[in-house]
């Protein structure tokens, strides 16, 4: 990176050790640093809003904020710029934190020379670019998965309504029982194929910010009740058994009842997709300090600790749930619904036990349009 002209944003409060941090810079080899200084966090921020920042070297003690607050809020500003922690605090236990908060290293003023500054900005700079890298890695791997994930679904549902479709235009299904049942299972592909064009179409909407929910008077109970009747067939082909526990006193919410909808269909279809044969699932709903809290809970393979976190993220699936199918998009839309709401969601599970999915809703917003 030599001659590169490296661009330092120097964040400190001492007039004294930025000076001599400067000439350190200046000092290093190849001098390709151009330095400038803020004595405040906010003046530091503001520099790096203007953007152009390469790397930061930042003191947690300011006259404006102390401790690691300092660089949550230094992060939050610029998340691609890497930082470098200079400060006085010789402390193994804060140095880890740093770290974990996301700085690139952590260094202690008296114990540097200037090569050692100068090496530390290069590496930190190397490092963060290697995280984007493989993050960049992650995503398009992700992109790939989910084109070949989705190719599989529409073609699957396309596949049978040709066939069938096909069996009948021909004459080969004369039987009027059978035809019926052909119907039927054309009728419910076409559905599944809507579905994921719908889903597609969200994604496409949040991605573009044109995402929006009409908010009016509803009755959860019941959007939950048509919802669970919706799939009554379904699951007891499946051998489950649905039961509802919402109380009559539920009170109404202002809430986009087609959006709330598609947050039930789809946790109670995956619901059912995760069951074994002969499990229950249990759909609850109660008013609770201030919130109305819906949970669905099933009983079926769980889902692995490690896939946890990933959950709601877009196109995941988890490696030991791809063979049920699904695109990897029913969870990440609900949850832009339900926090496009107000509301939380979240879920809790053990492998071979279960899963329950959980959101809350507002109970006091104030009816009108919300716009993601």
Known sequence: MKGEGIKVLLVEDNHG????????LAEARGNPFDTECADLLATGLEHLAHGGIDVVLLDLGLPDSRGLDTLVKVRAQALGVPIVVLTGLDDEALAV?????GAQDYLVKGQVDSNLLGRSIRYAIERKRAEEALR?????????????????????????????????????????????????????????????????????????????????????????????????????????????????TLPEIEADGERVSQVMVNLLSNAIKFSNGGRSLIVKGEAKDGELL???????????????????ERFYRAEDLMARGGAGLGLYISKQIIEAHGGCIWAESKVGKGTTVSFTLPLDQVGGDSHE
């Open 17 to 24: 050790d930025a000076r001599l941090i400067k000439e350190m």
């Open 97 to 101: 934190e740093a770290v974990k908060e």
């Open 136 to 248: 960049q890695l992650d995503r398009d791997r992700m992109k790939s998965e989910f084109i070949s994930n989705i190719s599989h679904e529409l073609r699957s549902p396309l596949h049978a309504i040709r066939g069938f479709t096909k069996l009948m235009l021909e004459g080969k299904v004369p039987q009027p029982e059978t035809q019926k049942e052909f119907l039927s299972i054309i009728d419910g592909q076409s559905q599944r194929l809507g579905t994921l064009i719908d889903s597609l179409l969200d994604v496409s909407r949040l991605e573009s910010g044109r995402f929006s929910i009409q908010k009016q008077p509803l009755s959860i109970g019941d959007i939950i009740h048509k919802a669970v009747e919706s799939f009554c067939r379904l699951a007891s082909d499946k051998g489950i058994v649905i039961s509802e526990d919402i109380p009559a």
């Open 294 to 312: 819906v949970q669905v809970t099933d009983h079926g393979i769980g889902i692995p600790k490690e896939a946890m976190p990933h959950l709601f």
